[in-house]
C-alpha cells in the first residue's frame, strides 16, 4: 500500500507508471520519437499563429502583410506600424515570456514536490513577490524597473522559504497537502496584508493591475530587461530536467542513480523563485497557468521533464498569449483582467484533478 | 461520554468559568471599542450613556454611530466563532474554517450580485443582505460537498479542502469580473468588504443580521450531542443512534448560515472560524456542549478587537479588520499546520 502510493504520487495524471519509468532509461521507439517531435512543431507553430493572431486583432484590425512588414521592416513614418511596433509587440511578446515562464515554473515545482497541484500561485510564491510590489508602492512610489524586479524577486524567495520550511519543519515532513494548506494560506495573509497597504494607502487604482495580471502596460524598456533573463533561466531548467524526471520518481530511485536530492531541490526552488518573481514584476500575480499547462504537457508527451519543461514553456505561452487576446477582444474597449480570463480555463481543470485525489491529509 | 466520568462535573464547572471571564472580557473590550474613535468618549461615561444619562452629543455619537456597528461587530463574531466550531466538528479537520473553504468566496459573490442589482445599501433592502451573500454560500458549499464526495467514502477531508481552495479561487475570479464592471464607488466598497471591512453601522444593518444570529445560533447550540457525536467519525456515530447524513446537512446549512450572514455585514473575515473553535478548544476541552458557546465569546472577543483596532490605530485611515485578524491569525494558523501531524 505504501509502495504503491509512492510510485503513483505524482502521476495522477498518467496511467501506468511502471512503463514510464523505463522510458527513461530505455532508448525511445522510433514512432514514439517522431510522434514528439511533431507534437514540439505543431506547438511551435500553434505559438507563431496565436502571435500573429495576437499583433493583427485587436482595437485596429490589421492585416497579415502590414503585421509582416511592421515586424520585418518597420517604417517609424506609418502610424499603423507604429502601434504595431509600440504597443501591441511588447505586449505579445511579453505575454508569451511571461507565460512560458510560469509554465516552466510550475511543471518545476510540481517535479521536485511530487505535488500535481504544485503551482506559484496556489504555494504563495506570487503573493509574496505582491506583497513587495505593494509595500515599495506603498512607501518608495517612483522605483526604476530594475530595481522593483530585484524586490520583486526578494519578495519570492521570502514566501518560499516561509512555505517550505514550515511545511519542512512540521512532524511527518512536507507533505503534498501540507505544503498545498501551508501555501494556501500564506497567500491568504500576503494578500490580506497586500490589499490592507492598498486601502491604506490608497493604492487600490495602481495595484489593481497587478492584483488581477496583466501585460498590457509592459514597454520595450521591461522587455529588454526581463526576456533575456527570462530566457536564460528557462533554458537553464531544461538543464534541470533531467534530475527532476528523477526526483519525479521517488527518493530511492534518485538516490539509486546517484543525484544529489537536495542540491537539485535548493535549485529547483532558486529557479522556480526567479521565474516567478520576475513574472509577477512585469504583469501581476497571473495563477493557474503553472498548474494547467504541465498537466496538460504531460498528458501529451509523457513523464520525462525533459520534455515536459520545454513543452510547458511553449504551451504556456500560447495560453497566456490567447488569454491576452480574449481579455482585449472579450468586451471592447474595456479590457478584461487577464488573471480572471486564465482562472477561468484553470479553475475547472484544478478541480477536476483535486477530484482525482486520493491521499489523505 | 465525559459526563458518566466524574471529571464531568468538573469540566462543566470550569467550561462556566471561562464563559464567565470571556464575558466579562467581552464586556470590557466592547465598551473599549465604543470608548475609541474621532471623538473619544471616557469608559464610565460610555457606561453612564448607555443607562440613559449623558450629553445630547455622547447619545448621538453612541447610539446613532458606535453602537449599531458594535452590534454588528458582536453578532458577526459570535455568528464566525460557532460557524468555525461546527464546520470543524463536521469535517472532522481541525484545520476547516468557513474562509479557507470557500464559502466566504461564494458569499463575496453573492454580495458583488446584490451590489450590482440595487445600489442602495442603507435603505430598507439592506435587510436582503444576509440572504444573498447566504445564497452565494450554499452554492460554494453545495459545489465543494458535491466535488469532495465519494459514493463510499462519503465526504474525503483532502478533497474537500483542495475542492475548497479551487472552489474559492473560481469564484473570486467571477467575483472580480463582476465588480470591475461596476462603478468606481461600489467598486471600492467591494474591494474594502473583501478585505475584511465592518461596514454594517446602520441600526438596520444590525437588524439584517440579528435573526440569522438568533434562530440559528440557539439552533446549533441545541445541537450539541450530534456534533459530539458526529466528531467521534460516521460509524460510532451512526452506532449511538444519529442520523448522519441528515445531521451532517443540516449543521451544514447552519454553519453556511451563521458564517454568509456574519460576513454579510462585516466583511470576507477569514481565520476567526479556524482560531476561535481552537482556543476554546484549548479552554475547555472537546465537548461540544462546552466549546460552542467558549468558540462564540472567542469570536465576539477578537473581531471586537480587530476593529477597534483597525479602526483607531491607523487613523485617520482604517484597516480593515479582516487585515488585523489575517495578521494575527494566519501565522497561528501556520503554527498549528507546522505542529499537527
Given at each position: 500500500?505504501?509502495?504503491?502510493?509512492?510510485?503513483?504520487?505524482?502521476?495522477?495524471?498518467?496511467?501506468?507508471?511502471?512503463?514510464?519509468?523505463?522510458?527513461?532509461?530505455?532508448?525511445?521507439?522510433?514512432?514514439?520519437?517522431?510522434?514528439?517531435?511533431?507534437?514540439?512543431?505543431?506547438?511551435?507553430?500553434?505559438?507563431?499563429?496565436?502571435?500573429?493572431?495576437?499583433?493583427?486583432?485587436?482595437?485596429?484590425?490589421?492585416?497579415?502583410?502590414?503585421?509582416?512588414?511592421?515586424?520585418?521592416?518597420?517604417?517609424?513614418?506609418?502610424?499603423?506600424?507604429?502601434?504595431?511596433?509600440?504597443?501591441?509587440?511588447?505586449?505579445?511578446?511579453?505575454?508569451?515570456?511571461?507565460?512560458a515562464?510560469l509554465a516552466v515554473a510550475g511543471s518545476l515545482?510540481?517535479?521536485?514536490?511530487?505535488?500535481?497541484?504544485?503551482?506559484?500561485?496556489?504555494?504563495?510564491?506570487?503573493?509574496?513577490?505582491?506583497?513587495?510590489?505593494?509595500?515599495?508602492?506603498?512607501?518608495?512610489?517612483?522605483?526604476?524597473?530594475?530595481?522593483?524586479?530585484?524586490?520583486?524577486?526578494?519578495?519570492?524567495?521570502?514566501?518560499?522559504?516561509?512555505?517550505?520550511?514550515?511545511?519542512?519543519?512540521?512532524?511527518?515532513?512536507?507533505?503534498?497537502?501540507?505544503?498545498?494548506?501551508?501555501?494556501?494560506?500564506?497567500?491568504?495573509?500576503?494578500?490580506?496584508?497586500?490589499?490592507?497597504?492598498?486601502?491604506?494607502?490608497?493604492?487600490?487604482?495602481?495595484?489593481?493591475?497587478?492584483?488581477?495580471?496583466?501585460?498590457?502596460?509592459?514597454?520595450?524598456?521591461?522587455?529588454?530587461?526581463?526576456?533575456?533573463?527570462?530566457?536564460?533561466?528557462i533554458?537553464?531548467s531544461?538543464?534541470?530536467?533531467?534530475?527532476?524526471?528523477?526526483?519525479?520518481?521517488?527518493?530511492?530511485?534518485?538516490?539509486?542513480?546517484?543525484?544529489?536530492?537536495?542540491?537539485?531541490?535548493?535549485?529547483?526552488?532558486?529557479?522556480?523563485?526567479?521565474?516567478?518573481?520576475?513574472?509577477?514584476?512585469?504583469?501581476?500575480?497571473?495563477?493557474?497557468v503553472g498548474?494547467?499547462i504541465p498537466h496538460i504537457a504531460r498528458?501529451?508527451i509523457?513523464?520525462?521533464y525533459?520534455q515536459i519543461v520545454p513543452l510547458s514553456a511553449l504551451l504556456g505561452a500560447?495560453?497566456?498569449?490567447?488569454?491576452?487576446?480574449?481579455?482585449?477582444?472579450?468586451?471592447?474597449?474595456?479590457?478584461?483582467?487577464?488573471?480572471?480570463?486564465?482562472?477561468?480555463?484553470?479553475?475547472?481543470?484544478?478541480?477536476?484533478?483535486?477530484?482525482?485525489?486520493?491521499?489523505?491529509? | 461520554?465525559?459526563?458518566?466520568?466524574?471529571?464531568?462535573?468538573?469540566?462543566?464547572?470550569?467550561?462556566?468559568?471561562?464563559?464567565?471571564?470571556?464575558?466579562?472580557?467581552?464586556?470590557?473590550?466592547?465598551?473599549?471599542?465604543?470608548?475609541?474613535?474621532?471623538?473619544?468618549?471616557?469608559?464610565?461615561?460610555?457606561?453612564?450613556?448607555?443607562?440613559?444619562?449623558?450629553?445630547?452629543?455622547?447619545?448621538?455619537?453612541?447610539?446613532?454611530?458606535?453602537?449599531?456597528?458594535?452590534?454588528?461587530?458582536?453578532?458577526?463574531?459570535?455568528?464566525?466563532?460557532?460557524?468555525?466550531?461546527?464546520?470543524?466538528?463536521?469535517?472532522?479537520?481541525?484545520?476547516?474554517?468557513?474562509?479557507?473553504?470557500?464559502?466566504?468566496?461564494?458569499?463575496?459573490?453573492?454580495?458583488?450580485?446584490?451590489?450590482?442589482?440595487?445600489?442602495?445599501?442603507?435603505?430598507?433592502?439592506?435587510?436582503?443582505?444576509?440572504?444573498?451573500?447566504?445564497?452565494?454560500?450554499?452554492?460554494?458549499?453545495?459545489?465543494?460537498?458535491?466535488?469532495?464526495?465519494?459514493?463510499?467514502?462519503?465526504?474525503?477531508?483532502?478533497?474537500?479542502?483542495?475542492?475548497?481552495?479551487?472552489?474559492?479561487?473560481?469564484?473570486?475570479?467571477?467575483?472580480?469580473?463582476?465588480?470591475?464592471?461596476?462603478?468606481?464607488?461600489?467598486?471600492?466598497?467591494?474591494?474594502?468588504?473583501?478585505?475584511?471591512?465592518?461596514?454594517?453601522?446602520?441600526?438596520?444593518?444590525?437588524?439584517?443580521?440579528?435573526?440569522?444570529?438568533?434562530?440559528?445560533?440557539?439552533?446549533?447550540?441545541?445541537?450539541?450531542?450530534?456534533?459530539?457525536?458526529?466528531?467521534?467519525?460516521?460509524?460510532?456515530?451512526?452506532?449511538?443512534?444519529?442520523?448522519?447524513?441528515?445531521?451532517?446537512?443540516?449543521?451544514?446549512?447552519?454553519?453556511?448560515?451563521?458564517?454568509?450572514?456574519?460576513?454579510?455585514?462585516?466583511?470576507?473575515?477569514?481565520?476567526?472560524?479556524?482560531?476561535?473553535?481552537?482556543?476554546?478548544?484549548?479552554?475547555?476541552?472537546?465537548?461540544?456542549?462546552?466549546?460552542?458557546?467558549?468558540?462564540?465569546?472567542?469570536?465576539?472577543?477578537?473581531?471586537?478587537?480587530?476593529?477597534?483596532?483597525?479602526?483607531?490605530?491607523?487613523?485617520?485611515?482604517?484597516?480593515?479588520?479582516?487585515?488585523?485578524?489575517?495578521?494575527?491569525?494566519?501565522?497561528?494558523?501556520?503554527?498549528?499546520?507546522?505542529?499537527?501531524?
Amino acid at each position: 500500500m505504501r509502495l504503491k502510493g509512492r510510485t503513483d504520487e505524482h502521476a495522477v495524471s498518467s496511467e501506468g507508471t511502471a512503463s514510464d519509468a523505463s522510458s527513461l532509461t530505455r532508448p525511445m521507439l522510433r514512432a514514439g520519437r517522431i510522434r514528439q517531435i511533431l507534437l514540439f512543431i505543431a506547438s511551435a507553430v500553434l505559438l507563431a499563429l496565436s502571435m500573429f493572431a495576437a499583433i493583427s486583432l485587436g482595437a485596429k484590425d490589421l492585416t497579415l502583410s502590414t503585421v509582416w512588414a511592421a515586424v520585418f521592416h518597420y517604417d517609424r513614418s506609418l502610424m499603423t506600424h507604429q502601434i504595431i511596433h509600440e504597443l501591441r509587440l511588447p505586449r505579445v511578446l511579453g505575454a508569451a515570456v511571461i507565460g512560458a515562464a510560469l509554465a516552466v515554473a510550475g511543471s518545476l515545482i510540481q517535479g521536485i514536490t511530487r505535488n500535481p497541484l504544485g503551482d506559484t500561485g496556489v504555494l504563495g510564491i506570487n503573493a509574496g513577490a505582491m506583497f513587495v510590489v505593494a509595500v515599495s508602492f506603498a512607501f518608495f512610489p517612483n522605483l526604476p524597473y530594475g530595481t522593483l524586479i530585484v524586490l520583486s524577486f526578494l519578495g519570492a524567495l521570502m514566501s518560499t522559504l516561509l512555505v517550505f520550511g514550515l511545511g519542512a519543519s512540521a512532524p511527518g515532513g512536507l507533505t503534498p497537502m501540507r505544503l498545498t494548506v501551508s501555501g494556501a494560506v500564506t497567500a491568504a495573509l500576503l494578500g490580506s496584508m497586500t490589499s490592507g497597504i492598498a486601502i491604506y494607502f490608497d493604492l487600490s487604482q495602481d495595484l489593481a493591475f497587478w492584483y488581477a495580471g496583466g501585460v498590457a502596460g509592459i514597454k520595450w524598456s521591461q522587455l529588454e530587461i526581463l526576456a533575456p533573463i527570462l530566457l536564460i533561466v528557462i533554458v537553464w531548467s531544461m538543464g534541470l530536467a533531467r534530475s527532476i524526471s528523477l526526483i519525479s520518481m521517488g527518493d530511492e530511485v534518485a538516490l539509486n542513480l546517484g543525484i544529489n536530492l537536495k542540491r537539485i531541490r535548493l535549485l529547483g526552488l532558486l529557479t522556480v523563485v526567479v521565474l516567478a518573481g520576475l513574472s509577477v514584476s512585469a504583469a501581476g500575480a497571473i495563477s493557474f497557468v503553472g498548474l494547467v499547462i504541465p498537466h496538460i504537457a504531460r498528458k501529451l508527451i509523457g513523464v520525462d521533464y525533459r520534455q515536459i519543461v520545454p513543452l510547458s514553456a511553449l504551451l504556456g505561452a500560447v495560453l497566456l498569449v490567447l488569454a491576452d487576446l480574449g481579455a482585449r477582444m472579450a468586451n471592447p474597449p474595456e479590457e478584461l483582467a487577464i488573471g480572471i480570463m486564465v482562472s477561468f480555463i484553470g479553475v475547472p481543470f484544478f478541480l477536476f484533478l483535486a477530484r482525482k485525489e486520493r491521499r489523505d491529509l | 461520554m465525559s459526563r458518566s466520568i466524574g471529571t464531568g462535573d468538573a469540566r462543566k464547572t470550569k467550561a462556566w468559568l471561562v464563559c464567565l471571564v470571556l464575558a466579562g472580557i467581552s464586556f470590557v473590550v466592547i465598551v473599549l471599542g465604543l470608548n475609541t474613535g474621532t471623538i473619544r468618549i471616557p469608559p464610565l461615561r460610555v457606561l453612564d450613556t448607555l443607562f440613559g444619562g449623558g450629553s445630547g452629543r455622547d447619545q448621538m455619537v453612541l447610539f446613532e454611530y458606535r453602537l449599531p456597528r458594535i452590534v454588528v461587530t458582536v453578532l458577526a463574531g459570535a455568528g464566525l466563532g460557532a460557524a468555525g466550531a461546527v464546520m470543524q466538528g463536521l469535517s472532522r479537520n481541525a484545520l476547516a474554517d468557513p474562509g479557507v473553504l470557500g464559502l466566504h468566496a461564494g458569499a463575496a459573490l453573492g454580495l458583488v450580485m446584490f451590489v450590482s442589482f440595487f445600489r442602495d445599501l442603507e435603505g430598507s433592502s439592506a435587510l436582503l443582505i444576509p440572504l444573498f451573500t447566504f445564497t452565494g454560500g450554499i452554492v460554494a458549499a453545495v459545489l465543494i460537498v458535491l466535488l469532495s464526495y465519494n459514493r463510499s467514502r462519503g465526504i474525503v477531508p483532502v478533497r474537500l479542502i483542495l475542492s475548497g481552495i479551487g472552489v474559492a479561487s473560481g469564484l473570486s475570479a467571477i467575483t472580480l469580473y463582476w465588480s470591475l464592471r461596476l462603478d468606481e464607488d461600489t467598486y471600492a466598497f467591494t474591494a474594502r468588504w473583501l478585505a475584511g471591512s465592518v461596514w454594517g453601522r446602520d441600526w438596520v444593518h444590525a437588524a439584517a443580521l440579528l435573526p440569522w444570529i438568533i434562530i440559528v445560533l440557539p439552533y446549533v447550540l441545541s445541537q450539541t450531542r450530534s456534533l459530539n457525536n458526529l466528531s467521534l467519525g460516521d460509524e460510532t456515530a451512526a452506532g449511538i443512534g444519529t442520523n448522519v447524513k441528515r445531521q451532517r446537512l443540516l449543521l451544514l446549512g447552519a454553519a453556511v448560515a451563521l458564517s454568509s450572514a456574519s460576513v454579510s455585514m462585516a466583511g470576507g473575515i477569514g481565520f476567526i472560524g479556524l482560531i476561535a473553535p481552537h482556543l476554546a478548544r484549548r479552554l475547555v476541552g472537546p465537548m461540544y456542549q462546552h466549546l460552542l458557546p467558549v468558540a462564540c465569546f472567542v469570536g465576539v472577543v477578537i473581531l471586537v478587537v480587530s476593529d477597534t483596532i483597525g479602526r483607531s490605530l491607523f487613523q485617520p485611515n482604517a484597516i480593515p479588520a479582516g487585515v488585523v485578524v489575517a495578521v494575527v491569525g494566519a501565522p497561528y494558523f501556520l503554527f498549528l499546520l507546522s505542529r499537527t501531524k
